[in-house]
């Protein structure tokens, strides 16, 4: 899948990251934009780890793609089949340990 990115993003970390755990979408934006910003300035834009997004944007960026291949992958065990009451067993039994430490 790393026909989003251009060959010469591939060697770089967060690129292999982004399209192994699912936040490549966001990271090719990034990129795109910070390419167009830096063409219209006039500055050079060679050196790809200056284009890269802040670490705190690329933690936020993983948090996200995480939430969303969890509810994704609730969906997909509950909502489709229409069966829910897998989901709603775990929840109870995560409420009732949240109950018992909160009493502790």
Not at 37 to 57: F, Q, T, V
Request: glycine letters at 6%.
């Amino acid at each position: 899948m790393g026909w989003e990115f251009s060959d010469r993003f591939l060697p770089h970390p967060w690129v292999r990251e982004a399209i192994s755990e699912g936040w490549g979408k966001e990271l090719r934006s990034h990129l795109i934009l910070t390419v167009k910003n830096r063409i219209c300035h006039g500055k050079p834009y060679d050196n790809i780890d200056e284009l890269m997004p802040p670490r705190e944007w690329v933690a936020y960026a993983k948090q996200q793609a995480e939430r969303y291949r969890k509810a994704a992958e609730w969906r997909n065990a509950n909502v489709r089949t229409g069966d829910m009451s897998g989901w709603l067993a775990k929840l109870m039994e995560s409420n009732r340990r949240s109950s018992e430490e909160e009493a502790a």
